[in-house]
């Protein structure tokens, strides 16, 4: 990939005209700094599709420090990899790049540079002073070598750059040409998919999507250094509050979270590490969107974002999504920029105060149209980067455009099916409605370790409380005073056998629970009661014929809590409302046939204590 990586012999080298099949191709380099830059690259690969008469090949600078995961990049895209010094080497016809840095004055073609984030904001270090600059990609010592401007082509988003640019660096002025935001307008082509992409993400009715958004370094969110020096650890510091916070004030069935964060966080100090930082919350439900696919689809979905000076929250800002921001250092900033203005108008995060107060009022008096002025400086020609950029790219190669091709963009597509799932233990506060037909209000929070429980809103009634814990669960002592124990499985998983025989045996293994359930779909469960009772929970389609993806192991709370307060199990046949938040599901109670213990040693088992309890006089959490 570097300097030291052999050189390639196909299809350009020393010999290649021996071994190539397609020959006379124009030569296109993708030139990649790191995974953020790479990522921009892949959205406007597709603009070369269909064309025999162009090779894509794809090099890497070496020059960042920020390289892990780019190897794997290149790998999925299955393109010729050459390396920096070979590539120096080689004449292109065009070569792209999403960023400076590195010697990008050495290729031997003609050269266009995109961003790779929503225009240029940043102020960075110049490779040669190490002083600040303006901001990265529009000073002098970016922008020109011996005077002359590096790129043939410096690609801009909106006139505002133009003009940036005009009073950082004149000499580069000739080179801008405005071509849209191809990240943003496959970003616009999603919007209709919205719906579909919170379903995929597991945002289940009535709940509210909250993403964490983070760039990279010190003074992010992630980061948490205070305003002093970005090396020292900050005052400021809202990480570990905000993750704290989430489990604690937000209840699982109305607020799903997840986390969107930089590749450079993620290579930078290492996936494993970051799941690391990150585990007590990913136990409480918050998902963490991995760093190259998928995090535009997350901002389609949110509800709210958390964010800070990153292109995400400003992306997020730009399409309507209600931001509030947990860190914003304006000093990193140019303050022309629209990302600054950003930071001028979007309320902050605040440690003091409630978290979930916060989130609400954010969504509640958000105003679709209050950042409508920010939303038209991310592009001056939404959804025509496609047909621009390609028109650029060829035009720089002095050929015509493939005829009969129209030039798009990838569409962005549905994420794979991720439900929350929450392995901390649980503590459920309820509330019975009506005991006829039956209904019952539940809340429930994740408690994590030795984190401060929920406090209960002394204006909301909580009749009885019960603790549920997954048998995955890394706490498993918390599963010998359990209440519910909750087992998330295929229904024909041979490793566990098939629910009834589970629960079965679950109900030997820990005695002192009222009720198992082993969850075998998103929208059902199977049950087992202390008295032997085994049971279908299923919950009834929406009016759309969609199944009601509401969490299996609430509906099995409901049915516990309703029949430790003492009411028959028949009387909740054949169907019982829970309640979570705003959202009423409708679950279809079916008592099922229930084998009998295949030996008689197994059902020695059984002589373990039958007792239904009521957890608030137990309960192993924190209230």
Same mark, same amino acid.
């Given at each position: 990939m570097?300097g030291?990586?052999?050189r390639l012999?196909?299809?350009?080298?020393?010999?290649a005209?021996r071994?190539?099949?397609?020959?006379?191709?124009?030569r296109?380099l993708?030139?990649?700094?790191?995974?953020?830059s790479?990522?921009?690259?892949?959205?406007v690969?597709p603009?070369?599709?269909?064309?025999?008469r162009?090779q894509l090949?794809?090099?890497c600078?070496?020059?960042?420090?920020?390289?892990a995961g780019?190897?794997?990049?290149?790998a999925?895209?299955?393109?010729p990899?050459?390396p920096?010094d070979?590539?120096?080497?080689?004449?292109?016809d065009?070569a792209?790049?999403?960023?400076?840095?590195?010697?990008l004055?050495?290729i031997?073609g003609?050269?266009?540079?995109?961003?790779?984030g929503m225009?240029y904001n940043?102020?960075?270090?110049?490779?040669d002073?190490?002083?600040r600059?303006?901001?990265?990609?529009m000073a002098?010592?970016?922008?020109?070598e011996?005077g002359?401007p590096?790129?043939?082509a410096?690609?801009?988003?909106?006139?505002?750059q133009?003009?940036?640019?005009?009073?950082?660096c004149?000499?580069?002025?000739?080179?801008?040409v405005?071509?849209?935001?191809p990240c943003?307008?496959?970003?616009l082509a999603?919007?209709p998919?919205?719906?579909r992409?919170?379903?995929a993400?597991?945002?289940r009715p009535?709940?509210? &999507?909250?993403?964490? /958004?983070?760039t990279?370094?010190?003074?992010s969110l992630?980061?948490?250094?205070? #305003? $002093?020096e970005a !090396? *020292?650890?900050?005052?400021?510091?809202?990480?570990?509050?905000?993750l704290?916070?989430l489990a604690?004030e937000l209840?699982?069935?109305?607020?799903?979270?997840t986390?969107v964060?930089?590749?450079?966080?993620?290579?930078?100090?290492?996936?494993?590490q970051v799941?690391a930082?990150?585990?007590?919350?990913?136990?409480?439900?918050l998902?963490?969107i991995p760093p190259?696919?998928g995090w535009r689809?997350?901002?389609?979905a949110?509800?709210?974002v958390?964010?800070?000076?990153s292109s995400?929250?400003?992306?997020a800002?730009?399409?309507?999504i209600?931001?509030?921001?947990g860190?914003f250092?304006?000093?990193?900033?140019?303050?022309?920029?629209?990302?600054?203005?950003?930071?001028?108008?979007?309320?902050?995060? &605040?440690?003091r105060g /409630?978290?979930?107060?916060q989130i609400?009022?954010?969504?509640t008096s958000?105003? #679709? $149209?209050?950042? !409508? *002025?920010?939303a038209?400086q991310?592009?001056?020609?939404?959804g025509e980067s496609a047909?621009?950029?390609?028109?650029?790219f060829?035009?720089?190669?002095d050929i015509?455009?493939p005829?009969?091709?129209p030039?798009?963009?990838?569409?962005?597509?549905l994420?794979p099916?991720?439900?929350?799932?929450v392995?901390?233990?649980?503590?459920v506060?309820?509330r019975?409605?009506s005991?006829d037909?039956?209904?019952?209000?539940?809340?429930?929070y994740?408690?994590v370790?030795?984190?401060?429980g929920?406090s209960?809103d002394?204006?909301?009634?909580?009749?009885t409380a019960h603790?549920?814990v997954d048998?995955e669960?890394?706490e498993?002592?918390?599963?010998?005073v359990?209440?519910?124990v909750?087992?998330?499985?295929?229904?024909?998983?041979p490793?566990?056998?098939?629910?009834?025989?589970?629960?079965?045996?679950a109900l030997d293994?820990?005695?002192?629970?009222g009720?198992?359930?082993?969850?075998?779909g998103?929208d059902?469960?199977?049950v087992?009661?202390r008295?032997?009772?085994?049971?279908?929970?299923?919950a009834a389609?929406?009016?759309?014929?969609?199944?009601d993806?509401?969490d299996?192991?609430?509906?099995?709370?409901?049915?516990?809590?309703?029949?430790a307060?003492?009411?028959?199990?028949?009387?909740?046949?054949?169907?019982?409302?829970v309640?979570?938040?705003a959202?009423?599901h409708?679950?279809?109670?079916?008592?099922l046939?229930?084998?009998?213990?295949?030996?008689?040693?197994?059902?020695?088992g059984?002589a373990?204590?039958i007792?239904?309890?009521?957890?608030?006089?137990?309960s192993?959490?924190?209230?």
């Amino acid at each position: 990939m570097t300097g030291g990586t052999a050189r390639l012999r196909v299809p350009v080298g020393e010999d290649a005209e021996r071994w190539v099949t397609r020959v006379g191709c124009r030569r296109i380099l993708l030139i990649v700094h790191n995974v953020t830059s790479a990522t921009r690259l892949l959205d406007v690969l597709p603009l070369f599709n269909s064309d025999v008469r162009v090779q894509l090949f794809a090099t890497c600078t070496g020059s960042s420090p920020f390289l892990a995961g780019v190897p794997e990049l290149l790998a999925q895209a299955g393109l010729p990899v050459l390396p920096w010094d070979q590539a120096k080497d080689t004449e292109f016809d065009l070569a792209v790049a999403a960023s400076y840095g590195g010697e990008l004055g050495s290729i031997r073609g003609k050269l266009a540079v995109l961003s790779h984030g929503m225009g240029y904001n940043k102020k960075l270090a110049t490779p040669d002073t190490g002083h600040r600059t303006p901001v990265f990609g529009m000073a002098p010592d970016w922008l020109l070598e011996d005077g002359r401007p590096i790129a043939s082509a410096t690609v801009l988003s909106h006139p505002e750059q133009l003009e940036r640019l005009r009073s950082a660096c004149p000499e580069a002025v000739p080179t801008a040409v405005l071509a849209g935001d191809p990240c943003y307008d496959r970003i616009l082509a999603a919007l209709p998919q919205r719906d579909r992409f919170r379903r995929a993400l597991g945002v289940r009715p009535g709940q509210r &999507l909250i993403v964490i /958004s983070s760039t990279w370094a010190a003074r992010s969110l992630f980061g948490g250094a205070g #305003p $002093g020096e970005a !090396g *020292e650890p900050g005052t400021d510091d809202l990480l570990p509050w905000l993750l704290s916070r989430l489990a604690a004030e937000l209840p699982a069935d109305e607020y799903r979270t997840t986390a969107v964060l930089h590749p450079n966080i993620w290579y930078g100090h290492g996936p494993g590490q970051v799941r690391a930082w990150l585990d007590n919350a990913r136990r409480a439900g918050l998902d963490a969107i991995p760093p190259l696919d998928g995090w535009r689809q997350a901002l389609i979905a949110a509800d709210c974002v958390l964010g800070d000076h990153s292109s995400v929250t400003y992306y997020a800002a730009s399409i309507g999504i209600p931001v509030l921001l947990g860190a914003f250092p304006q000093e990193d900033l140019d303050p022309l920029s629209p990302v600054a203005a950003l930071g001028r108008t979007a309320p902050r995060l &605040l440690r003091r105060g /409630s978290l979930r107060a916060q989130i609400d009022r954010a969504i509640t008096s958000h105003n #679709p $149209g209050r950042y !409508g *002025e920010l939303a038209e400086q991310t592009s001056s020609s939404p959804g025509e980067s496609a047909a621009l950029l390609r028109r650029l790219f060829y035009g720089l190669m002095d050929i015509p455009e493939p005829p009969g091709h129209p030039a798009l963009l990838d569409p962005l597509p549905l994420p794979p099916y991720t439900p929350a799932r929450v392995t901390a233990p649980v503590r459920v506060l309820v509330r019975h409605i009506s005991t006829d037909p039956p209904e019952l209000a539940l809340v429930r929070y994740a408690v994590v370790g030795d984190e401060p429980g929920p406090s209960e809103d002394p204006a909301v009634r909580v009749d009885t409380a019960h603790v549920v814990v997954d048998e995955e669960t890394r706490e498993t002592g918390r599963l010998r005073v359990a209440d519910v124990v909750v087992r998330h499985a295929a229904g024909d998983d041979p490793r566990l056998g098939p629910p009834a025989v589970w629960t079965s045996e679950a109900l030997d293994r820990y005695p002192y629970c009222g009720l198992v359930a082993y969850v075998d779909g998103p929208d059902r469960c199977v049950v087992r009661t202390r008295e032997g009772d085994l049971l279908r929970l299923s919950a009834a389609t929406e009016l759309d014929g969609r199944p009601d993806l509401g969490d299996p192991a609430v509906y099995a709370s409901a049915l516990h809590a309703w029949l430790a307060s003492g009411q028959p199990l028949d009387e909740a046949l054949p169907a019982i409302t829970v309640r979570t938040g705003a959202t009423a599901h409708h679950v279809t109670v079916e008592l099922l046939p229930s084998p009998p213990p295949p030996t008689e040693a197994h059902a020695s088992g059984s002589a373990s204590p039958i007792r239904i309890r009521s957890a608030p006089t137990r309960s192993p959490l924190p209230s």
